[in-house]
């Protein structure tokens, strides 16, 4: 196992509850582990929650904090993968003044090669929306910074797993 | 149960009970069994409390002084009992000050069960009066935790509550209930919960690990058992004395593992950790088995860790999947139940004695009784001693005592001493070394066991932290023996000060008040020792008390606890002077 630092994708499989976010933080926390990036939504599963978080520590320490995860009553099973185990996205959206979009042509063409997309275009501005990897979004930054961005905002990582995670069959297995 | 009223449905014939929140809540109480709770009324909860005034006869409702009192009172009355202790207080400062014994029960996984009152779901987030984010306060400290702002989500939640506190690794649980709640009335049907889709109590035991451990044990020639409370909490005591009995292996105990096998078994050689005995520390590096049983490898145990058992196999019996090679690897992890595994792996036992590995515990014994034990327990220089307080309790407790200690000197001193003839009967904060925790648990003890005598070991500073609990047991008539090691220090600080701070005996020198007056303040009949020659007969004095009784014994002022593992040194450079 090795005991080099690495990105590690953690998917969790929780009940619908309030407080799971704040227990699930609360373990990253407590022993000083930064979160890269947090994601919550429905999952394949009727009323089963979905978490993605990506974090960058050791494998030996995942595994232990897989364990405290799992731990949590309303955690229903917790897996982690590497960066090549997954298929991932993050997303992002750029708000920019509308008179860049005429004024600078080379813009127009940003946008065609980064496969991003605009959203809306008004009179004041305009909204640029990409999802890709990380690096493609921070490719597209740098290359719009230059004209001035007015807002920027990006989501956390989402992914799925190549391998199976046999949730669905564990969920059938739990009713009784 | 006069105030409820019976509504008939006009369809079917059956009958429900429309109820309040707060009628409920009390209802749920009864169904899980609960005879006795703890706690301290306030605006949020009140309605709770009218209906405890309603069920009286039916549920004895303890006025603690202090609701962190209520909790450790709730925790000794689970740890002797095996039965859930209940809690329960009010909104806001109620709420947190119940914060302490949760965390203490979270961390010696100790079943609890929590209820706050809260105020109206319309005013949460209102900085309402008394208002606090008790269950955003309490999650790191919990097994689990709910808020409820419905009646009708009452049953469900309290019955849930139960089953997480007691099932697999116990723990506390809190419930945190709205003001509108516990008025608003509903159609009341109890349902016990006997599981959670999420929740795997107990972990499917692989039998493949079970002979893996089975064939490790039969090849060692010189195995090791240390285990800890989860024999205590799966009721394992019977099948793990015939485990070691039949392999012949020498055996040591957590603090929190204390009293699961009597202290005059001859497999049992004493503690492991930090103060405990001499021979089981430095044969963890000797040994070339080591077999870990409900326990948990805490810091204090292990000293550090990369010289820890490093030339033994391990093997880890464990209930909580988390625990496995959290801090020590294990060659092989046997989860599940300790009762169950050890079962399991009885008949896979070859029989054993390992005589000349025995004899090395004997050894080191004979040092460590020459060195420490001799002068702790049979001293002959001037001042009383902690040891031979504890001693004259053994005499006089024949080893039927509960012990109930506090935390520090006095804690360390009792477990190293008191003998046991019965399990459940080392009650103590182990993890979380709460300070105060003793006289408080001591109550819940004395209440869920009446019939066993609770003697409460204290040191001047952690007495003085929960004191106000003399009034509860003024109150309860609880035939609490409250013993008081008083050496005008706190002591522990004191002693490391000493070792490891040249001396410099920063705020830990107490100027104390008079105890006996203070005891004898909530009437309780109390006495000071100062001299060896009173000592005895004190001690028999207090035990054949039928009440209550509080007995002070000023001890030399620096003292110290030995033998010691320094903080970060290995197991096996346990100093003993």
Same mark, same amino acid.
């Given at each position: 196992?090795?005991?080099?630092?690495?990105?590690?994708?953690?998917?969790?499989?929780?009940?619908?509850?309030?407080?799971?976010?704040?227990?699930?933080?609360?373990?990253?926390?407590?022993?000083?582990? &930064?979160?890269?990036?947090? &994601?919550?939504?429905?999952?394949?599963?009727?009323?089963?929650?979905?978490?993605?978080?990506?974090?960058?520590?050791?494998?030996?320490?995942?595994?232990?904090?897989?364990?405290?995860?799992?731990?949590?009553?309303?955690?229903?099973?917790?897996?982690?993968?590497?960066?090549?185990?997954?298929?991932?996205?993050?997303?992002?959206?750029?708000?920019?003044?509308?008179?860049?979009?005429?004024?600078?042509?080379?813009?127009?063409?940003?946008?065609?090669?980064?496969?991003?997309?605009?959203?809306? +275009?008004?009179?004041?501005?305009?909204?640029?929306?990409?999802?890709?990897?990380?690096?493609?979004?921070?490719?597209?930054?740098?290359?719009?910074?230059?004209?001035?961005?007015?807002?920027?905002?990006?989501?956390?990582?989402?992914? +799925?797993?190549?391998?199976?995670?046999?949730?669905?069959?564990?969920?059938?297995?739990?009713?009784? | 149960?006069?105030?409820?009223?019976?509504?008939?449905?006009?369809?079917?014939?059956?009958?429900?009970?429309?109820?309040?929140?707060?009628?409920?809540?009390?209802?749920?109480?009864?169904?899980?069994?609960?005879?006795?709770?703890?706690?301290?009324?306030?605006?949020?909860?009140?309605?709770?409390?009218?209906?405890?005034?309603?069920?009286?006869?039916?549920? #004895?409702?303890?006025?603690?002084?202090?609701?962190?009192?209520?909790? =450790?009172?709730?925790?000794?009355?689970?740890?002797?009992?095996?039965?859930?202790?209940?809690?329960?207080?009010?909104?806001?400062?109620?709420?947190?000050?119940?914060?302490?014994?949760?965390?203490?029960?979270?961390?010696?996984?100790?079943?609890?069960?929590?209820?706050?009152?809260?105020?109206?779901? #319309?005013?949460?987030?209102?900085?309402?009066?008394?208002?606090?984010?008790?269950?955003?306060?309490?999650?790191?400290?919990?097994? /689990?935790?709910?808020?409820?702002?419905?009646?009708?989500?009452?049953?469900?939640?309290?019955?849930?509550?139960?089953?997480?506190? @007691?099932?697999?690794?116990?723990?506390?649980?809190?419930?945190?209930?709205?003001?509108?709640?516990?008025?608003?009335?509903?159609?009341?049907?109890?349902?016990?919960?006997?599981?959670?889709?999420?929740?795997?109590?107990?972990?499917?035991?692989?039998?493949?690990?079970?002979?893996?451990?089975?064939?490790?044990?039969?090849?060692?020639?010189?195995?090791?058992?240390?285990?800890?409370?989860?024999?205590?909490?799966?009721?394992?005591?019977?099948?793990?004395?015939?485990?070691?009995?039949?392999? !012949?292996?020498?055996?040591? /105990?957590?603090?929190?593992?204390?009293?699961?096998?009597?202290?005059?078994?001859?497999?049992?050689?004493?503690?492991?950790?930090? =103060?405990?005995?001499?021979?089981?520390?430095?044969?963890?590096? $000797?040994?070339?088995?080591?077999?870990?049983?409900?326990?948990?490898?805490?810091?204090?145990?292990?000293?550090?860790?990369?010289?820890?058992?490093?030339?033994?196999?391990?093997?880890?019996?464990?209930?909580?999947?988390?625990?496995?090679?959290?801090?020590?690897?294990?060659?092989?992890?046997?989860?599940?139940?300790?009762?169950?595994?050890?079962?399991?792996?009885?008949?896979?036992?070859?029989?054993?004695? =390992?005589?000349? /590995?025995?004899?090395?515990?004997?050894?080191?014994?004979?040092?460590?009784?020459?060195?420490?034990?001799?002068?702790?327990?049979?001293?002959?220089?001037?001042?009383?001693?902690?040891?031979?307080?504890?001693?004259?309790?053994?005499?006089?407790? @024949?080893?039927?005592?509960?012990?109930?200690?506090?935390?520090?000197?006095?804690?360390?001193?009792?477990?190293?001493?008191?003998?046991?003839?019965?399990?459940?009967?080392?009650?103590?904060?182990?993890?979380?070394?709460?300070?105060?925790?003793?006289?408080?648990?001591?109550?819940?003890? @004395?209440?869920?066991?009446?019939?066993?005598?609770?003697?409460?070991?204290?040191?001047? !500073?952690?007495?003085?932290?929960?004191? $106000?609990?003399?009034?509860?047991?003024?109150?309860?008539?609880?035939?609490?023996?409250?013993?008081?090691?008083?050496?005008?220090?706190?002591?522990?600080?004191?002693? /490391?000060?000493?070792?490891?701070?040249?001396?410099?005996?920063?705020?830990?020198?107490?100027?104390?008040?008079?105890?006996?007056?203070?005891?004898?303040?909530?009437?309780?009949?109390?006495?000071?020792?100062?001299?060896?020659?009173?000592?005895?007969?004190?001690?028999?004095?207090?035990?054949?008390?039928?009440?209550?009784?509080?007995?002070?014994?000023?001890?030399?002022?620096?003292?110290?606890?030995?033998?010691?593992?320094?903080?970060?040194?290995?197991?096996?450079?346990?100093?003993?002077?």
């Amino acid at each position: 196992m090795s005991t080099e630092k690495q990105l590690f994708t953690v998917s969790i499989y929780t009940e619908n509850n309030i407080g799971l976010l704040n227990r699930i933080s609360a373990i990253f926390q407590r022993r000083h582990i &930064n979160i890269e990036s947090l &994601n919550t939504s429905p999952s394949e599963i009727e009323s089963v929650s979905r978490f993605t978080i990506v974090v960058n520590m050791t494998e030996e320490n995942m595994k232990k904090i897989i364990g405290q995860i799992e731990k949590q009553v309303e955690v229903i099973k917790a897996y982690y993968h590497t960066e090549e185990d997954i298929i991932y996205q993050e997303s992002c959206i750029f708000k920019m003044k509308s008179g860049l979009l005429f004024d600078e042509r080379e813009i127009q063409n940003i946008i065609k090669e980064s496969n991003a997309r605009i959203v809306t +275009v008004n009179r004041d501005f305009f909204v640029i929306e990409k999802s890709g990897r990380k690096e493609e979004i921070e490719l597209l930054y740098r290359e719009l910074s230059v004209f001035g961005i007015m807002q920027f905002t990006r989501s956390g990582r989402i992914a +799925v797993s190549k391998e199976e995670m046999k949730i669905s069959t564990m969920l059938e297995a739990f009713q009784y | 149960m006069d105030t409820k009223t019976i509504k008939k449905e006009a369809v079917n014939t059956q009958t429900t009970e429309c109820i309040s929140g707060s009628e409920a809540i009390v209802r749920c109480l009864l169904e899980e069994g609960v005879k006795v709770l703890y706690g301290y009324p306030g605006g949020a909860i009140m309605p709770v409390y009218d209906e405890l005034y309603k069920f009286q006869d039916k549920i #004895h409702h303890v006025l603690a002084r202090h609701e962190q009192g209520a909790t =450790h009172a709730a925790q000794g009355y689970a740890r002797i009992s095996g039965e859930v202790g209940v809690a329960i207080a009010t909104s806001g400062p109620g709420a947190t000050n119940l914060i302490t014994g949760i965390a203490d029960a979270q961390i010696d996984s100790t079943p609890m069960v929590c209820i706050t009152g809260q105020v109206a779901s #319309h005013l949460l987030g209102s900085d309402a009066f008394q208002e606090t984010d008790i269950v955003g306060i309490s999650t790191p400290v919990t097994k /689990w935790n709910c808020q409820v702002t419905k009646a009708s989500d009452i049953p469900e939640v309290m019955a849930k509550a139960f089953y997480i506190a @007691k099932s697999g690794r116990p723990g506390p649980v809190l419930v945190d209930i709205t003001k509108d709640a516990q008025f608003e009335e509903f159609d009341f049907k109890y349902k016990k919960c006997t599981g959670v889709r999420s929740y795997i109590p107990v972990p499917k035991t692989e039998m493949a690990s079970v002979a893996a451990a089975a064939e490790l044990i039969n090849a060692a020639k010189k195995p090791m058992v240390v285990w800890g409370q989860g024999v205590i909490l799966s009721k394992a005591e019977e099948a793990f004395k015939a485990v070691i009995e039949k392999a !012949g292996i020498p055996s040591a /105990w957590t603090i929190m593992g204390a009293s699961a096998i009597p202290t005059s078994h001859p497999l049992n050689i004493g503690m492991v950790g930090m =103060h405990g005995n001499y021979a089981p520390n430095v044969l963890t590096n $000797q040994c070339d088995l080591l077999i870990a049983i409900g326990m948990r490898f805490d810091d204090r145990v292990t000293g550090k860790l990369d010289e820890y058992a490093t030339q033994a196999k391990v093997i880890h019996f464990e209930i909580d999947p988390a625990e496995i090679n959290k801090n020590v690897k294990a060659d092989v992890a046997v989860l599940g139940d300790a009762k169950a595994s050890l079962e399991a792996i009885l008949p896979l036992l070859n029989k054993n004695t =390992h005589p000349e /590995w025995h004899q090395k515990f004997k050894d080191l014994y004979a040092i460590e009784f020459e060195k420490v034990i001799k002068d702790d327990l049979h001293p002959t220089k001037e001042g009383l001693t902690m040891g031979e307080v504890i001693n004259q309790i053994n005499i006089q407790s @024949k080893g039927e005592a509960a012990i109930v200690s506090d935390v520090g000197q006095h804690q360390m001193i009792a477990c190293r001493y008191a003998k046991f003839n019965q399990t459940k009967s080392n009650i103590t904060s182990g993890g979380l070394g709460t300070m105060g925790f003793g006289l408080p648990a001591a109550i819940g003890a @004395k209440m869920a066991r009446p019939e066993r005598e609770v003697v409460s070991i204290s040191g001047d !500073g952690g007495y003085q932290m929960t004191i $106000q609990e003399l009034g509860t047991i003024f109150q309860q008539k609880a035939a609490v023996k409250i013993v008081v090691l008083n050496n005008e220090f706190l002591g522990m600080v004191r002693q /490391w000060q000493q070792l490891f701070f040249d001396k410099r005996y920063a705020s830990t020198e107490m100027t104390n008040p008079d105890f006996v007056a203070i005891a004898k303040g909530y009437y309780l009949n109390a006495r000071r020792v100062t001299k060896r020659e009173e000592l005895a007969e004190a001690v028999a004095e207090m035990m054949a008390s039928k009440e209550a009784y509080f007995l002070e014994v000023c001890v030399e002022k620096e003292g110290n606890v030995f033998p010691m593992i320094p903080t970060g040194a290995s197991v096996s450079d346990i100093r003993l002077e």
